[in-house]
């Protein structure tokens, strides 16, 4: 853009020079050659300088008598500032306006008598304001353009008076009003561009009938709630966008047979896929994240011209890897975390202008498959159950690729040549080593006389090595399933003992009022035929025994076990007791048990041991974002770190975090990107896609999880209410160095300030700080500090970027990475949401969008 925006001035300025720069004659007062000069030269151009008719000039489009200007096109000029009233607004018989492109940041009140404009565009500029109901007085617009800018607020009802509206852009602003009824009356749309704004509530009544004639909606990035009948009669229809949204219900109505690109990802769309009629024109086709079901290759035999299919993270039934014939014309295929199974057959071959291709979270069996290599960029078969050798087709095509990724399978990777850092980000998981004898760089030693003798040497010396090996794994294993005999056998005595139930922790005791183990019930949400007791969490967790003690957090104690069945699962008590009943703590623990989403850590079940409540969580097997951001070594347990015991990979290594993958994941800008959006949106949907809305009040980074996919989840949201009015205001605050400022006075104390959703978005731009400069929030060590007394993350970073020098406190782990632009960006994003003051802060959704777009830099 730089290099363009330069060279259009360059063109422009000698344009007039060449033609006009050696002429005296200056415009004449208040003609519409002189209101535009007048506006060049106080937009801080440096073409205003300019003679001769104004017709004449570059940019300039005037009526067929010469006299009246009825276009400017002054797109991409470095045109900044406010627009002065008495220049643009003086054009009267304007038609056509074209600012694009500039750093305009203000209108002026005359902009609005622009009566006879047709088109407008003022796209990516830096225009800041509400929106005025005088854009009513535009009668005869046709386009309107304003994307990309930072317009606020309600979009007035008035713009239905633009009854000749035909394309209307509002991308990428800030409004934060539901859709005006008053859109409906624009009947000659044929596009409406809404996307990544913060448009909220139900579409207007009668929406779909309203638009005969439209062609291309983009509702994408909102919080617009709705279902799919709302666009059934929208017959014209063949560019639909509505993702990451709340739109809800049967999906089946949506589709129809004009339609080219459809893209309904990231709501809660169910409904079943064979019913689903996907016609013959059909390009581009995203459902992924949402809750549909069916088998879905049954119904794409039509979509011959299909190049884009995402249907990843749904509720399909098993299916296998079929069909591919009618699909070759493919070029991306996300199938990811949709229940395949079998084996991947070579049919796959036949999609030769495949660029992208995800299998990754499934059930797939077997070898890898031949593969189409000639276009291909980005792989991702990990997290399956794939055996057997990469190909070596495949292996010589990876350094060529953007993305690969084969984690987590069974796979044999011989003399590979990557990198340790690329071994450990793309490689990770269940990869079994090579055998000696087809690894020849093993076997490339400097060739001598001896060589045969140090083979077999070798060869002995492992052979006695491995069976000091299994004698010790033996008598250790031996060791250990006595020791879990005595556990066993002493919690089925105690559980036929009369209660209560007594358990210790480094800090506390706490107690089950429980007088016979097996007649407390334990609910578990999606297994409710289950017959679970408490006594079963008794032996989940070898009798509450501290060797499976996690961690002991602000609201008590978390244990590690396996309940019947393999199910792995963290179990919480909340051992401060509350005020509520039984039957309200229930209904409240149910409620939340029906709260689902990718960024949040599951409620599995609970269990109502006396006056203990035991909430009862998917297990992370990952760790917490605390942990892994600080490397913090084995044995260190921070609040609520669940499972500081699954670094144990190397008993050599002192920190066991490395061990885990973690240490390549975290030297890049974009896994901590990944992080920080996830957990945005976990807390935007607690925010804006709960009713009514839930505050998490404790927002931190140990609250932040890593699940088997690596994919970041938000722990412990809601539990506060569980409790009573003077414990949740002693424990939901937030932690230290999280804590808004809103809630301390001056003396240290604490405020009473009410709790709000704005609390937890400065704990979000906390851990956003984190992610970004690798520091703790508090006792750590902060570089030429000086912007207060009391150093912590927040005042140094804030006072950092104030002064525009971001780029200084990058943690140098990230910092080689190539986005720093994006990283400095993420530092500024930060600041807007640890805001002294509550109101200036933005909302979660705002977050999301303003973390998504830094993507794009």
Not at 279 to 303: C, H, K, P, Q
Not at 517 to 543: Q, R
Not at 631 to 649: A, C, F, I, N, Y
């Amino acid at each position: 853009m730089g290099f363009a925006l330069v060279s259009s001035i360059v063109v422009l300025t000698l344009f007039f020079r060449s033609n006009f720069g050696q002429q005296q004659d200056q415009p004449i007062p208040n003609t519409d050659g002189f209101f535009i000069s007048e506006f060049f030269r106080q937009m801080g151009s440096n073409i205003y300088n300019i003679s001769g008719p104004v017709c004449s000039w570059q940019g300039v489009l005037c009526d067929a008598n010469q006299e009246n200007v009825i276009g400017l096109m002054a797109s991409n000029l470095g045109l900044s500032g406010s627009i002065p009233d008495n220049t643009i607004g003086k054009l009267t018989k304007l038609q056509s306006l074209d600012l694009s492109s500039n750093q305009i940041t203000d209108l002026p009140s005359d902009f609005w008598s622009l009566g006879l404009l047709k088109s407008l565009n003022l796209s990516h500029n830096n225009i800041s304001m509400n929106l005025p109901s005088n854009i009513g007085n535009f009668g005869s617009l046709e386009r309107l353009d304003l994307s990309f800018n930072s317009f606020y607020g309600s979009l007035p009802d008035s713009i239905g008076s633009i009854s000749s509206l035909q394309v209307v852009n509002l991308g990428r602003n800030r409004f934060d009003s539901t859709v005006p009824l008053g859109i409906t009356s624009c009947h000659l749309l044929t596009s409406v561009d809404f996307s990544m704004n913060n448009f909220s509530g139900v579409l207007p009544d009668g929406f779909g009938s309203s638009f005969p004639n439209l062609k291309r909606l983009n509702l994408a990035g909102n919080e617009i709630i709705g279902k799919g009948s709302d666009f059934v009669k929208l017959e014209s229809l063949t560019y639909l966008n509505v993702s990451e949204n709340l739109f809800q219900g049967s999906v089946v109505e949506i589709f129809q047979e004009p339609l080219e690109v459809v893209d309904l990802s990231g709501n809660h769309f169910e409904g079943h896929i064979s019913q689903l009629n996907f016609g013959s024109r059909l390009v581009y086709l995203d459902l992924s994240d949402n809750e549909i079901s069916g088998d879905f290759f049954a119904n794409l035999s039509r979509t011959r011209n299909l190049k884009h299919l995402n249907l990843a993270k749904n509720r399909f039934l098993e299916q296998r890897l079929i069909n591919v014939d009618s699909l070759r014309g493919l070029e991306y295929l996300n199938l990811s975390d949709t229940n395949l199974i079998g084996r991947v057959s070579d049919e796959i071959s036949s999609l030769t202008h495949l660029k992208t291709l995800d299998l990754s979270r499934n059930h797939l069996t077997g070898k890898i498959p031949l593969l189409s290599l000639k276009t291909l960029k980005n792989l991702d078969l990990s997290f399956n159950n794939l055996t057997g050798e990469i190909p070596i087709s495949v292996l010589k095509k990876l350094p060529w690729m953007e993305r690969f990724n084969f984690s987590y399978n069974n796979l044999t990777l011989c003399d590979s040549g990557f990198s340790l850092e690329t071994v450990q980000s793309a490689f990770i998981g269940s990869l079994n080593s090579c055998p000696i004898a087809a690894n020849p760089n093993l076997l490339k030693a400097k060739s001598h006389s001896h060589k045969g003798l140090e083979l077999a040497l070798v060869l002995t010396v492992s052979i006695v090595f491995l069976l000091g090996v299994l004698l010790f794994c033996a008598f250790g294993c031996r060791k250990k399933t006595q020791m879990w005999v005595v556990k066993q056998d002493s919690y089925k005595e105690e559980q036929v003992m009369s209660g209560p139930f007594s358990f210790q922790t480094d800090s506390t005791t706490w107690v089950a009022d429980v007088k016979v183990a097996t007649l407390v019930p334990v609910v578990i949400f999606e297994k409710p035929l289950l017959n679970f007791t408490f006594s079963d969490l008794l032996s989940a967790t070898s009798n509450f025994d501290r060797g499976t003690l996690l961690a002991e957090g602000r609201f008590g104690p978390v244990y590690r076990g396996f309940l019947p069945g393999g199910i792995h699962v963290a179990v919480k008590v909340l051992v401060h007791g509350s005020t509520m009943t039984d039957q309200e703590a229930a209904r409240e623990l149910e409620y939340l048990g029906r709260i689902k989403h990718p960024n949040l850590v599951p409620l599995t079940g609970y269990c109502l041991a006396g006056e203990q409540r035991i909430a009862i969580y998917d297990y992370m097997e990952n760790g917490n974002l605390h942990n892994l951001l600080h490397d913090l070594p084995l044995g260190v347990r921070t609040t609520e770190d669940w499972s500081s015991d699954t670094w144990e990979v190397d008993a050599n290594n002192d920190n066991g975090i490395q061990n885990a993958g973690s240490e390549g994941l975290l030297t890049t800008w974009q896994f901590r990107h990944k992080v920080a959006l996830g957990t945005a949106r976990a807390l935007a949907f607690l925010h804006h896609g709960c009713s009514p809305p839930i505050i998490h009040r404790d927002v931190k980074a140990s609250s932040v999880y890593l699940d088997y996919n690596l994919e970041p989840r938000l722990s412990d949201f809601g539990l506060s209410k569980i409790f009573g009015n003077d414990l949740e205001d002693e424990i939901t605050r937030g932690s230290r160095g999280y804590i808004p400022p809103e809630f301390v006075n001056q003396d240290g104390s604490s405020s009473p300030y009410v709790i709000t959703p704005k609390s937890d978005v400065y704990g979000f731009g906390v851990i956003l700080f984190e992610l970004i400069t690798g520091k703790k929030p508090v006792d750590d060590e902060y570089p030429d500090d000086s912007f207060s007394k009391d150093a912590n993350l927040v005042s140094w970073v804030r006072g950092l970027v104030r002064k525009n020098r971001g780029s200084e406190i990058i943690d140098p782990k990230i910092r080689e990475t190539g986005a720093e632009g994006q990283m400095v960006e993420a530092l500024k994003i930060g600041y807007l949401c640890t805001a002294d003051l509550p109101a200036k802060r933005p909302r979660m959704q705002q977050v999301v969008g303003l973390l998504k777009d830094l993507e794009q830099l």
